[in-house]
T-cell receptor, first 108, second 116 residues
């Protein structure tokens, strides 16, 4: 079993839709939590950090539930440019541990 | 301000050969980590270098080795290449702030290695 688990998708949604991604992690010693975005054949880029109190950045909202070891990402009013792979990531012992990613396709 | 730069961008090697990949960290960063990303998977941590020493290592065999220079640049060496080593190799740099807490890691564009 992988340390960080994600639904691989793909999620195929129309422009303007709201889409939610979920992720679970198995090691309770995980210290920090993130969502990264990766475009096809490019490097991962930090989308946002995730906190227990929840945090929002424009159309993106992330939430962490430490008790359930569960991380979520909500994207509202999807744009064509949101099409990418979204990677759930935890930080533990100096290293980033990635899920396999969830692919999002936003169609016109 | 240049970000993280990696070279080469693409490489084709034959099984059994050796390869060296290079990374220059973002200005002001002193820590370099290497990741391997196979097709359809998330990146997997290989190792991290700080103060020219390997500080942490993932589950990779000894065929994978590295080095960090005084200017913080780093190399990843892979010996006795296997077909399964074909992947995107990513370098990430960050700034150590004296605690175990993470500081933001910036990734280079990666080196795509194909072993034939």
């Amino acid at each position: 079993r992988k340390e960080v688990e994600q639904d691989p998708g793909p999620f195929n949604v129309p422009e303007g839709a709201t889409v939610a991604f979920n992720c679970t992690y198995s090691n309770s010693a995980s210290q920090s939590f993130f969502w990264y975005r990766q475009d096809c054949r490019k490097e991962p880029k930090l989308l946002m950090s995730v906190y227990s109190s929840g945090n929002e950045d424009g159309r993106f909202t992330a939430q962490l539930n430490r008790a359930s070891q569960y991380i979520s990402l909500l994207i509202r009013d999807s744009k064509l440019s949101d099409s990418a792979t979204y990677l759930c990531v935890v930080w533990r012992s100096y290293k980033l541990i990635f899920g396999s990613g969830t692919r999002l396709l936003v169609r016109p | 301000d240049a970000g993280v730069t990696q070279s080469p961008t693409h490489l084709i090697k034959t099984r059994g050969q050796q390869v060296t990949l290079r990374c220059s960290p973002k200005s002001g960063h002193d820590t370099v980590s290497w990741y391997q990303q196979a097709l359809g998977q998330g990146p997997q941590f290989i190792f991290q270098y700080y103060e020219e020493e390997e500080r942490q290592r993932g589950n990779f065999p000894d065929r994978f080795s590295g080095h960090q220079y005084p200017n913080y640049s780093s190399e990843l060496n892979v010996n006795a290449l296997l077909l399964g080593d074909s992947a995107l190799y990513l370098c990430a740099s960050s700034r150590d702030e004296g605690t175990y807490l993470n500081t933001e890691a910036f990734f280079g564009q990666g080196t795509r290695l194909t072993v034939v």
